[in-house]
């Protein structure tokens, strides 16, 4: 497969923000373990405690009057909060490897909630003595499922804006000057929520053409040839060595195997070179002691998916109804803030390759158009770069929307409706 990359282009990082010392990534991932474990801890509950208010003393008529010991509940909690957390751990919800990325944390995690509330169920039919209202059942395991993705969701945001100011980041490093090193590095230097810090370049033999002897490429250092990397990932801290395969030889790949294998500290990554085709997730199994590279794919059977349709508008319902007067402080804010519609509506394929109407909170003004159009260096730069650094279309309550992703809270519309 042949790889093209355009060495024209600058690779740019926010380095101006970034401490001069990294966390290490031991450091990093048991500060984020510790707050993880104790997050779900107290949502936990938060969540058992909650759901016994309501099923005992919210005098909902959904409820038969009963006024059962407050002890005995507390002894179930007591119970119950560190069995969950050991079925979190078994998930693998404190694994880093799995976490800060896509949304299986989140299926995770409500997998956890449900295979706790079952052995409970289980419990009580195997002791006749274990009495538990099954209202408090149903309530503590939904409101245990919102609260601890909640938790996740709001750690994931705080872990990105840290990141993003070059905290608990991992100084790496790409092996390689080819056209596919060349092509990894404005991917990985995109963002910062990955929380990689790419350093610079480890020269090998295949270089892109007119680059060899550079001192630098796509704006970032060479830091010195493959035969000297175990000195440079000591000289410079390099925690992350991610190889293009293709700018190495066989015996080349090996050594460098051999090499950082005796580092316990780095980690080594080799680059499938599919990004640009293949935007699922992939898993990687091995077979004789080959490793191969299969596509992620949902397989889900009639029963299981009417069970997770269920799920996902019983915790959506919770979470909408929890945040409404959240939500109704924000769109008063939006209407204080800028005349014009609370929502914006914007089209986009969905489910099935519909097309529908994509919900969000308004950030911008509604005559962008006109400042565009009295400022033709802004419309200039938006046609070059696709965006504006500093956008004076964004209201101030926008802005904050868009750092905090809250912008998006509307789309729980599109997905009751079953568009997303």
């Keep these: 497969m042949e790889i093209t990359s355009n060495a024209n282009v600058v690779v740019t990082q926010r ?48 409820f038969q009057e009963v006024s059962p010991h407050i002890i005995h509940y507390a002894e179930i909690v007591l119970i119950l909060v560190p069995v969950w957390l050991g079925l979190f751990a078994l998930l693998r919800l404190y694994d880093l490897h799995y976490l800060l990325t896509g949304t299986a944390e989140y299926s995770r995690a409500l997998n956890g909630c449900t295979s706790g509330m079952m052995l409970v169920v289980l419990v009580s039919f195997t002791d006749p003595e274990f009495v538990i209202a099954r209202g408090w059942l149903v309530l503590a395991w939904l409101l245990s499922s919102f609260f601890t993705c909640a938790n996740r969701w709001v750690l994931r945001r705080v872990a990105q804006a840290l990141r993003s100011r070059g905290w608990f980041v991992t100084p790496a490093v790409i092996v390689g000057t080819n056209a596919e090193a060349c092509s990894l590095a ?24 007119g680059e060899q002897g550079a001192q630098s490429l796509l704006g970032l250092p060479i830091l010195g040839t493959i035969e000297n990397l175990p000195e440079i990932v ?132 509604v005559n962008g158009d006109e400042i565009l159009a009295k400022h033709p260096e802004l419309l200039a730069e938006l046609q070059t770069n696709h965006k504006l650094k500093d956008d004076p279309r964004i209201t101030r309550v926008g802005r904050w929307l868009r750092r905090t992703s809250l912008d998006e809270v509307p789309q729980i519309i599109n997905v009751l409706l079953g568009q997303m």
């Design 15 to 62: 380095t101006e923000t970034f401490p001069r010392l990294w966390v290490t990534k031991t450091t990093w991932k048991r500060v984020y373990q510790a707050t993880l474990v104790i997050g779900d801890a107290l949502m936990l509950i938060l969540a058992f405690t909650l759901a016994y208010w309501v099923r005992f003393h919210s005098n909902l008529p959904l």
């Design 234 to 365: 000591n000289a410079h801290g390099v925690e992350e060595v991610i190889v293009a395969p293709t700018a190495l030889s066989r015996e080349q790949l090996l050594d460098t195997t051999l090499q950082l294998s005796g580092m316990p500290a780095v980690n080594m990554s080799l680059s499938s070179g599919l990004y640009e085709i293949f935007t699922t997730s992939m898993q990687v199994s091995t077979r004789n002691s080959v490793a191969l590279m299969s596509l992620n794919r949902i397989r889900l059977d009639p029963m299981e998916m009417l069970i997770k349709t269920m799920l996902d508008y019983t915790v959506l319902l919770i979470a909408f109804m929890t945040l409404f007067p959240f939500l109704l402080t924000i769109a008063l804010l939006i209407k204080l803030d800028s005349p014009g519609p609370i929502l914006y509506r914007r089209r986009v394929l969905g489910v099935g390759g519909k097309a529908f109407d994509a919900f969000k909170f308004r950030t911008m003004v």
């Design 186 to 209: 404005p991917q990985l230097c995109a963002t910062l929520f990955s929380g990689l810090i790419v350093l610079g370049f480890i020269e090998t033999e295949d270089h892109i053409e």
